[in-house]
């Protein structure tokens, strides 16, 4: 110590004691903001698989619902069945209502119809929020998914 009990500003240049903490401070506030947004986006990736899981039975349950007497031969001799929206949003629902769907927030049938008469396009919708909210996740998101499946019959 220098006089007046101040300490010498040679060894105060020198000194880098607690600096260390500080590093590992902010090194460990890093770490965990990484880790909570790779779980936020695995969640959110994960809820969008299964969501579209979902709407993809919907859709190939749907494209099963045509009745027996709309199934016909077209000038190739390849035998189609005809499909009709109402026919299609019925069977979507339907499907909705039985499968497991308690997981999914604010679950919701956006949209199930025959484009071509052909095929089944059924579009879902749930809300998602982070497993553990944060600062750097959103409280949550929109997941939207569409899914189109079509019946081919053998002849």
Do not use: H
Not at 102 to 119: H, Q, V
């Amino acid at each position: 110590m220098g006089a007046g009990g101040q300490r010498d500003p040679r060894r105060l240049r020198n000194d880098e004691e607690g600096s260390t903490l500080l590093l590992a401070i902010f090194f460990g506030a890093l770490c965990l903001a990484v880790v909570l947004l790779v779980v936020a986006a695995t969640s959110l990736y994960l809820e969008r698989k299964r969501l579209f899981s979902l709407a993809d039975g919907a859709a190939l349950a749907a494209a099963e619902s045509f009745p027996l007497e709309s199934v016909s031969r077209d000038d190739s001799g390849e035998v189609r069945p005809a499909l009709r929206s109402a026919d299609v949003e019925e069977a979507a629902r339907e499907y909705l209502a039985d499968a497991s769907t308690g997981s999914f927030r604010d679950l919701r049938l956006l949209g199930a119809r025959s484009p071509d008469g052909r095929s089944a396009a059924v579009s879902l919708a749930c809300a998602w929020a982070p497993p553990v909210v944060s600062l750097f996740a959103p409280e949550g998101v929109r997941v939207e998914v569409s899914a189109t499946a079509r019946s081919v019959l053998g002849g």
